[in-house]
């Protein structure tokens, strides 16, 4: 009786019934021997093939799979027709997601040239009608692993934090949730914010930790302190809930950032803080009817004044 998972046996009937399907490679998540998996794991399936067009075409073939909820269907390149193919990500009805990859052959004469970071992160040949891919080189699984960021990289980090989140004052001013929205968790928490909790792991961790797509890995890796302020920094649709929302923001990136500099020897913009800080709070408070730039101006002068003594 096979051990192979059923749905790999049926990836693997779907190759050997198109006699141009050459080889069929697996990768990501479930080849890697450090990824965690659960029911909502994937299969990113790599299919190569004399005849990529013969797959955009008509849907029978992943539909022998089972049921299909839903399928976003894409095309991948341009150009000559070696750099062509198509992209099926499919969701079927028993909740299985398959991203079918079908591309030329030519892809994966260049893998076995020069491995990718898509292969090199960890992958499984399901089918090798001609032998090519058993000349690609063994996985290393350190793909996407963070390199240790330039002093320049950090501090360029800490300046579009506070200038992204002059943006969110603005907005917040306005009552523009849609926009507030965007910029505070978009940018603000899953553009920097992220990034510079991700740093703070590897530091903890020799810089050998991956870390996952969106930030999905980071509750594990955190301690649990700075995990429950990270929770606490989100806000619902209120506008003075959300100005609450971008204090407790700009406080645990200046936390955090302020401790990734100090490891790494790097000056934390303590200046740049500070008075981009007051903006924040000057625009909070002023009138929401002020129509007037030279009101904004010394409502701004003034607190400067003010925090300078």
């Known amino acids: ?62 539909e022998s799979l089972g049921p299909v909820l839903i399928v976003q269907r894409l095309r991948q390149g341009w150009g000559e027709p070696q750099f062509r193919g198509w992209s099926r990500l499919v969701v079927y009805e028993d909740g299985t997601r ?18 990718s970071d898509g292969y090199d992160i960890g992958y499984k040949v399901l089918l090798d009608k001609d032998g090519l891919a058993a000349s690609l080189n063994p996985p290393t ?60 792991i590897e530091i903890e961790r020799g810089w050998n930790w991956r870390p996952g797509h969106y930030g999905r890995d980071i509750k594990k890796a955190l301690d649990p302190e700075t995990y429950r302020e990270l929770a606490e920094i989100y806000g619902g649709g209120d506008i003075e809930e959300l100005w609450e929302s971008l204090f407790r923001t700009t406080a645990l990136f ?18 740049l803080d500070r008075r981009v800080t007051i903006y924040h709070e000057t625009v909070r408070k002023l009138d929401r009817n002020t129509t007037s730039t030279e009101d904004l101006a010394k409502a701004l002068k003034d607190s400067y004044r003010d925090e300078a003594g």
């Not at 009937?13 to 490679?25: T, W």
């Not at 936390?255 to 500099?261: N, P, T």
């Open 141 to 200: 699984y350190r793909a996407f692993i963070p390199g240790v960021p330039s002093e320049q990289s950090y501090s360029t980090r800490v300046n579009d934090f506070w200038w992204d989140s002059t943006c969110v004052a603005k907005f917040l001013w306005r009552d523009d949730l849609l926009a507030v929205k965007f910029m505070l968790e978009g940018d603000l928490i899953h553009l920097y914010l992220r990034e510079m909790l991700e740093w703070t």
């Open 1 to 62: 009786m096979s051990s192979l998972d059923p749905i790999i046996e049926k990836l693997i009937a779907i190759g050997e019934k198109y006699d141009s399907i050459r080889a069929m490679v697996m990768t990501s998540t479930r080849c890697n021997p450090d990824a965690q998996m659960d029911v909502f794991s994937d299969y990113d399936i790599e299919i190569f093939t004399e005849d990529p067009d013969q797959f955009g075409e008509t849907d029978e073939w992943f």
């Open 254 to 271: 200046r936390k955090v950032a302020i401790r990734v500099g100090e490891a790494l020897g790097y000056e934390y913009l303590h200046d």
């Open 98 to 115: 398959v991203d079918f990859q079908v591309t030329n052959l030519h892809h994966l004469k260049k893998a076995v040239e020069s491995l």
